[in-house]
C-alpha cells in the first residue's frame, strides 16, 4: 500500500507542477569576483511565498502563472525588487550579480553588499545551518590582537585554550575535537598528544572558522567537543597588500636571554644539519660499548653545552599578499589568492615547578615536598607560512579550487633550573640544564569541486593531504650540584652509571606523517508535493549520501645517548672530569678510551614505532521541510582499522583496533518568524586513540618534571549527544542564543597520573562512564538601533558564556582515587566580553576583550599524586586602529593584566584547591605591545 500512496503522491505532484510555472537562478556577487552570494532570503512580494539562496547562490521557486515582483533580501540589509511575469509551465531564469553603492540597475535598487567573512554574513550562516554551530569570521578576527587562530577562537562561546594554541569546547579536553581545514581532515601536529595545534595558522590567511556543536551524518563522527572547520582565505579579487609589525613583551624584549649555538638557517625556521647526527653514525649501539668506536663518534658531535647571554630583540613580523583574477577563453576565469608571512618571537620567563608526594605511613596524609626548582625558560620562535589558494571557475554550475597551506617552525630553547631534590640529592643544590630545538614543517593541500548536474542534483568531492616532519635534534639535558653549604666549590656534573634520559644527555627524533583523505557528496533535491496556499511549497525534499576515507601512515623514531666514567678511570680523575666548565667538559681532550668520557646509547627498541591508521565511512541524510519545521536526520557508519607496530622492552608489540562505529543524528529546527530558529539535536559520535596514546614509548618531560607513555589497552569513547538551542537575530551583526547541552559518555579518554615509582608520569586511561551538561548564552548587540548618531551609536559589544558541570564514574577502576569526580580538562565555566568602537567615516576602530575560565583539572591523579588542577586566569586585551585609503595602523596589547598561570595539587584530595593546597607550576609570560602597519597598493 505504501508504494502505491508514494507513486500515486509522486504523479499528482508532476501533475500539478505541470499547470504552474518555475522561477529560479544565481544570485552572486559583483565586488566578490562574483562568488554566489549564499543564504538571502528569496520572496514573491504580496504573498507568502519564498525561500532562500542555498550555499551556491541558488533558488528556485514554482508558481502559478501571473505577473509577480521577485523581492531578494539580506538579513538587515536594504532589499531589491526584480518585476516579471510568468507564463503556465514555464520556466524562467532571473540571475543577478549586486554591486554596492546603491547603484541604479532599470528596476533594481541595491544598497550594500554581503561578504563572506564578516561578522554579518556568518551571523546568517549560523541562522540557516542546520546544526548548533558557532563562527568567528575574518572581519571579527581584525578588531583584536589576535595574531593566529587559537587567539582568535577563544572568542566563541565554550571555547577556551590550552597552552596558548589547543582548543578546548565545552569544557572537554582537546582530543575530543576534530579539525577540518577547507573540509578535508586535518592532522594531528603534536608528537605527544592527539591534538592541532591551533597557532600555526596566522588570521591573515583565514577566512572565517566554523564550530559545529551538534553532529550530522555528513560530518566526521570523530567528536564530542565539536568540528572546527577552519576556511582559508577565499578573497579572490585583485589587490597586492604588504605588512610590518613589531612587538615589545614585558621582562623580555631587551633583557637578557640565554642560547646555545643554532645553525645559519635558523632564522628561516629549520636546521640545516648542525644539530643533527652525522652521516654515518651508527645505527646499531653495540658499536658504542667500544671505548674507541664510542669516542670516534662521539667526537664527531659539537661541543654545544655552554649557553650564551644575548639580549632578546623586538618581536616582528612582515607579510605580503597578493590577489589576482585571470579571464581566460570561454568565460573561464582563474583566480588566487597568495599569502607569504614572516614572524620571529622570544619570551623569557621565570617559572616554578615543584613535585609534592602524599605520605600515609602515619596514618595522616602528610604531602611530602620532593622537589623544588625555578626555571629561567628562554625561547627564540622563527615561523615561516605561505597559503596560495587558487579556484578555476568554468561556469556557474562548475567550479575546482585548490589549496595549500604550508607551515615551518622551528624554536631555539633553553631551560635553566635551579633548586632541591629532596629525595634523591638532600643537602645539595642542583642547577640543571636543557638545550634544545624543535623543527617543525606541515604541508596541508586540499582540491575540491563543485559540479551541478542540473537544477537539482549537486556532486561535490574534496581530496586532501598532509604531511607533517617534526624533528627535535640533540635535546641536550643534565644535571649539575654542589653541598648546600660549600658556595665556594664549582657545580659538579652528576655522572651516571648508564645511560638514561635525565643525565649527561643527548635525544635525537624525527617523526615523518603522510596522509590522504577523500570524500564524495552526492545531493538530490525532491519537490515536495504542493497543496495550494501552502506558504512553503517551494521548499524542497533534500536527499544527501557519501563516502569518505582516510589514510594515515606515520614513522616515529627515537635515540638518546649519555656520556658515562668507565670504572677503569681513577677518583682523581672522575672528580677533575665532573669539575670541569661547561665548555670545557665534553671537549674533545675529556672523551677519551682511557681517561676520559665515553658514550653511550640508552636508547632501545620501544623507542621507535611504526603506526597507520584507515578510516572509511559512508552515509545517507535527509531533510524535510514541514511548513515552519525542518527535520533533518541520517545514519553513518565508520569503520576504522588501527595499527601500531612498536616493542615493550624487548618484545615486539602489535596493537591492532578495528572498531566499526553505527552513528545516527536528528536535528530539528522551528522558525517562528524571520528572526528567530529553535533547534533541537542528537547525535552519536565516537572518540578514537591516537598513535601516541596507544605506542608504548616513555619520554621524559623535562620542563614539567614528568615521564609520559603511552597506553595499549587505551580503547575508543562512545558519546550521546543532545542539544537545545534558540537563536534570535534581531538585525544586522546582532544575535541573541541561549542554548543546553546534555552528553553522555561511555569509556570516556582522560590523562591520569598513574603510580609506577617516586617519578611522576602520565599517560591517557579510559574511565567507566561520564556525564556532561551546561548551558551557552551569545549576545551580540549594536548600539546603532538605540542611538541613532555620536559617539554611543558606534558601540557593540559581544557577551557570550557557558556554565558546565561533569561527572565521571570510575567504576571499579576507582584504585587510589574517588570513584566520581569532574571530567579531566573540564572548566565550569568560559566568559567571553568584547566592548568594540567602529567608526566607518573617521576610520578609528578599538576593541576590548576580556576571558575568564573556570578552574579545570589538569591531569587526574590518585592519593600518592593528587590531581593537578589549572586554575581560572583572567586575559585581557585591548587595540585601537585607524584606517586611511591605503594605510591601516594597529596598536594592540594582548594579556593586558599578566595574569599568572598556576597548577596547583589537590593535596589534601578534597576535589577543590584551596590555602592547604600545594602549587605545582607556577608563571607570567608578560604583556605583549604590539604595532603593525598595513599598506594596500
Do not use: C
Amino acid at each position: 500500500m505504501k508504494p502505491f500512496l508514494l507513486l500515486f503522491t509522486l504523479l499528482f505532484s508532476t501533475i500539478a507542477l505541470s499547470q504552474k510555472g518555475t522561477i529560479s537562478g544565481t544570485i552572486t556577487d559583483k565586488e566578490y569576483n562574483d562568488e554566489p552570494l549564499a543564504f538571502a532570503n528569496i520572496s514573491i512580494k504580496g504573498t507568502t511565498q519564498g525561500t532562500s539562496t542555498d550555499d551556491k547562490g541558488k533558488y528556485s521557486l514554482n508558481l502559478e502563472p501571473g505577473n509577480y515582483v521577485l523581492v531578494v533580501a539580506y538579513l538587515g540589509y536594504q532589499t531589491i525588487e526584480i518585476p516579471f511575469s510568468l507564463n503556465p509551465s514555464e520556466k524562467k531564469t532571473i540571475n543577478h550579480s549586486l554591486e554596492a553603492g546603491g547603484v541604479q540597475l532599470k528596476d533594481i535598487v541595491l544598497t550594500t553588499i554581503v561578504r563572506k567573512n564578516t561578522e554579518s554574513a556568518v551571523l546568517t550562516e549560523t541562522k540557516v545551518a542546520r546544526q548548533v554551530t558557532n563562527s568567528i569570521s575574518a572581519e571579527q578576527m581584525n578588531k583584536g590582537t589576535d595574531g593566529n587562530a587559537a587567539q582568535a577562537i577563544q572568542r566563541v562561546p565554550g571555547v577556551t585554550i590550552v597552552d596558548g594554541k589547543f582548543v578546548m569546547i565545552r569544557g572537554l579536553n582537546e582530543r575530543y575535537n576534530n579539525v577540518l581545514i577547507n573540509n578535508s581532515l586535518a592532522p594531528s601536529t603534536e608528537i605527544d598528544r592527539r591534538t592541532f595545534s591551533f597557532d600555526l595558522l596566522p588570521t591573515t590567511t583565514l577566512e572565517k572558522m566554523t564550530i559545529g556543536k551538534t553532529g550530522a551524518s555528513f560530518l566526521p563522527g570523530d567528536f564530542a567537543g565539536g568540528i572546527i572547520n577552519v576556511t582559508t582565505s577565499e578573497n579572490f579579487s585583485d589587490f597586492t597588500q604588504i605588512s610590518f609589525n613589531v612587538g615589545y613583551r614585558i621582562n623580555t624584549t631587551f633583557n637578557d636571554y640565554w642560547q646555545t649555538e643554532g645553525s645559519p638557517t635558523d632564522f628561516l625556521g629549520y636546521d640545516n644539519g648542525f644539530r643533527q647526527l652525522p652521516s654515518g653514525f651508527p645505527t646499531n649501539s653495540n658499536v658504542l660499548n667500544d671505548n674507541t668506536q664510542s669516542v670516534f663518534y662521539a667526537n664527531q658531535l659539537e661541543n654545544n653545552f655552554n649557553p650564551e647571554k644575548r639580549s632578546a630583540f623586538l618581536d616582528s613580523g612582515i607579510g605580503f599578499s597578493i590577489g589576482r583574477n585571470i579571464n581566460l577563453k570561454n568565460d573561464k576565469k582563474l583566480s588566487t589568492v597568495n599569502i607569504l608571512s614572516y614572524s620571529n618571537k622570544f619570551e623569557n620567563y621565570d617559572k616554578n615547578v615543584n613535585s609534592f608526594i602524599n605520605d600515609f605511613s602515619g596514618g595522616i596524609n602528610i604531602p611530602q615536598e620532593q622537589k623544588v626548582f625555578v626555571d629561567n625558560f628562554n625561547s627564540n620562535e622563527t615561523r615561516l607560512t605561505l597559503m596560495s589558494n587558487w579556484s578555476l571557475k568554468f561556469n556557474e554550475d562548475n567550479k575546482i579550487n585548490f589549496k595549500n597551506l604550508f607551515n615551518q617552525i622551528g624554536e631555539n630553547f633553553t631551560t635553566l633550573r635551579e633548586g632541591f631534590d629532596y629525595d634523591q640529592r638532600p643537602g645539595q643544590l642542583l642547577r640543571n640544564y636543557e638545550f634544545g630545538y624543535t623543527g617543525r614543517r606541515i604541508l596541508s593541500s586540499q582540491f575540491n569541486g563543485d559540479h551541478n548536474i542540473t537544477e537539482n542534483k549537486n556532486l561535490h568531492w574534496v581530496l586532501g593531504g598532509n604531511f607533517i616532519k617534526d624533528i627535535m635534534p640533540d635535546l641536550r639535558r643534565f644535571r649539575t650540584f654542589r653541598d648546600i653549604n660549600n658556595t665556594n666549590e664549582p657545580f659538579k656534573m652528576i655522572d651516571p652509571p648508564s645511560s638514561n634520559p635525565f643525565d649527561t644527555g643527548r635525544f635525537f627524533s624525527d617523526l615523518n606523517e603522510k596522509s590522504i583523505n577523500a570524500s564524495v557528496d552526492y545531493t538530490y533535491k525532491l519537490n515536495k508535493d504542493e497543496e495550494e496556499g501552502d506558504e512553503f511549497d517551494a521548499d524542497k525534499i533534500t536527499l544527501k549520501t557519501g563516502l569518505f576515507t582516510d589514510y594515515k601512515d606515520r614513522d616515529f623514531s627515537a635515540r638518546y645517548f649519555s656520556y658515562i666514567i668507565p670504572g677503569s678511570v681513577s677518583f682523581e680523575r672522575r672528580e677533575e672530569l665532573v669539575s670541569l666548565p661547561l665548555t670545557q667538559v665534553f671537549a674533545p681532550s675529556n672523551v677519551t678510551a682511557t681517561n676520559g668520557w665515553v658514550l653511550r646509547e640508552g636508547s632501545n627498541l620501544s623507542d621507535s614505532y611504526r603506526a597507520n591508521n584507515l578510516l572509511t565511512a559512508g552515509y545517507v541524510y535527509g531533510e524535510y521541510p514541514i511548513k515552519k519545521f525542518l527535520l533533518t536526520g541520517g545514519i553513518r557508519v565508520e569503520h576504522n582499522i588501527l595499527q601500531v607496530d612498536g616493542f615493550q622492552g624487548i618484545n615486539n608489540v602489535i596493537i591492532e583496533q578495528p572498531v566499526t562505529s553505527i552513528l545516527p543524528s536528528f536535528n530539528f529546527s522551528y522558525n517562528a518568524n524571520e528572526k528567530s530558529v529553535m533547534r533541537l539535536a542528537y547525535s552519536r559520535t565516537v572518540n578514537r586513540p591516537e598513535f601516541r596514546e596507544i605506542a608504548p614509548f616513555l619520554f621524559y618531560n623535562f620542563q614539567e618534571d614528568t615521564e609520559v607513555d603511552g597506553n595499549s589497552n587505551l580503547k575508543t569513547a562512545t558519546i550521546d549527544n543532545f542539544d537545545a538551542r534558540y537563536e534570535i537575530y534581531p538585525s544586522n551583526g546582532e544575535t541573541i542564543s541561549l542554548g543546553a547541552f546534555y552528553k553522555r559518555f561511555k569509556n570516556p579518554i582522560e590523562f591520569i597520573l598513574p603510580v609506577v615509582s617516586q617519578q611522576r608520569r602520565m599517560r591517557y586511561s579510559n574511565s567507566d562512564n561520564a556525564e556532561l551538561y551546561g548551558a551557552e548564552l551569545e549576545i551580540r548587540k549594536s548600539m546603532k538601533n538605540i542611538f541613532k548618531a555620536g559617539f554611543l551609536s558606534d558601540l557593540s559589544f559581544n557577551l557570550n558564556a557557558s556554565y558546565i558541570f561533569s561527572e565521571v564514574d570510575l567504576g571499579s577502576g576507582a584504585n587510589a582515587q574517588q570513584q566520581k569526580r569532574a571530567l579531566q580538562g573540564q572548566s565550569p565555566y568560559v566568559v567571553n566580553l568584547a566592548l568594540g568602537y567602529n567608526n566607518k567615516e573617521n576610520g578609528w576602530n578599538s576593541n576590548l576583550i576580556y576571558n575568564r575560565f573556570g578552574d579545570r583539572i589538569y591531569a587526574v591523579g590518585g592519593d600518592i599524586f593528587p590531581t593537578i588542577y589549572e586554575l581560572a586566569r583572567n586575559q585581557l586585551d585591548f587595540t585601537i586602529s585607524k584606517s586611511f585609503e591605503k594605510m591601516s595602523y594597529k596598536l594592540g596589547i594582548s594579556n593586558l593584566l599578566d595574569d599568572k598561570y598556576r597548577f596547583f595539587q589537590d593535596s589534601n584530595l578534597d576535589n577543590k584547591i584551596d590555602n592547604s593546597d600545594d602549587a605545582i607550576f607556577t608563571h607570567r609570560i608578560g604583556a605583549l605591545f604590539n604595532f603593525n602597519v598595513t599598506y594596500k597598493f
